[in-house]
């Protein structure tokens, strides 16, 4: 069956200090990847996606992702994180069937 | 334009109140999506549509739920009775078509049900 880890829950980082968010899929085919971003109180926006071709992808406010096959994993990263990063981040896995499966989610905290 | 667009955005019931949950998708936007957060389970997915038609209902805890989507610019879902486990953030998404099938979900800001 289809799924995602996302084994880290919470996540501190000093303000200006790199980020990576680990994310593994487990998917029969090629997958296609996405990582969402929730503020408290609001709904998911999407930061990136991958569905084929290269895969180094750039997302809105400064994020990338890598996927990478042979680790089944597509792990997001940004080289200076700001105050503003601080938010739940998720990864999702779109099935064939047209809806998306989402990790459990990474809270992140920023400190100043 | 208009994003997804859910009501109420804050409900608190009592058990065994019934509860209705309404979301607009964005204008030509083919699929919908129920989604249901809590801390426990993180993001499920409930029921999707596509073409107004449900196309998998199999993550619908139970009975005292139910969708419907009779138009393709409304849709409802409906808890009846409710009960404090259903407590949790109800999120709308909607999408277009898009080549093999998956695509970027727009996300309404969610409906926060309360149930004491």
């Known amino acids: 069956a289809q799924s995602v880890t996302q084994p880290d829950i919470h996540i501190t980082v000093s303000e200006g200090a790199s980020l990576e968010l680990r994310c593994n899929y487990s998917y029969g085919a090629t997958p296609y990847l996405f990582w969402y971003v929730q503020s408290p109180g609001q709904g998911l926006q999407l930061l990136l996606k991958?569905?084929?071709?290269?895969?180094l992808v750039q997302g809105i406010k400064g994020f990338e992702a890598e996927f990478k096959r042979s680790q089944s994993s597509f792990n997001l990263r940004k080289p200076s994180v700001h105050w503003s990063d601080a938010a739940e981040y998720f990864c999702a896995v779109g099935r064939s069937q047209g809806n998306l499966i989402f990790g459990k989610g990474t809270k992140l905290s920023v400190k100043p | 334009d208009a994003g997804v667009i859910q009501s109420p955005r804050h409900e608190v019931t009592e058990m065994g109140q019934e509860v209705t949950l309404r979301c607009k998708p964005i204008?030509?936007?083919?699929?919908l999506f129920w989604y249901r957060q809590t801390m426990m389970r993180g993001l499920e997915l409930l029921i999707y549509f596509n073409n107004n038609v449900p196309i998998d209902d199999s993550g619908m805890p139970e009975d005292r739920f139910s969708a419907k989507m009779p138009n393709a610019s409304f849709s409802t879902l409906k808890i009846q009775p409710s009960e404090p486990r259903d407590s949790a953030v109800y999120f709308c998404a909607s999408r277009t078509w898009s080549s093999g099938g998956a695509g970027e979900l727009f996300f309404g800001e969610g409906s926060r049900l309360t149930v004491l």
């Open positions: 204008s030509g936007h083919d699929y």
């Open positions: 991958y569905f084929s071709g290269d895969t």
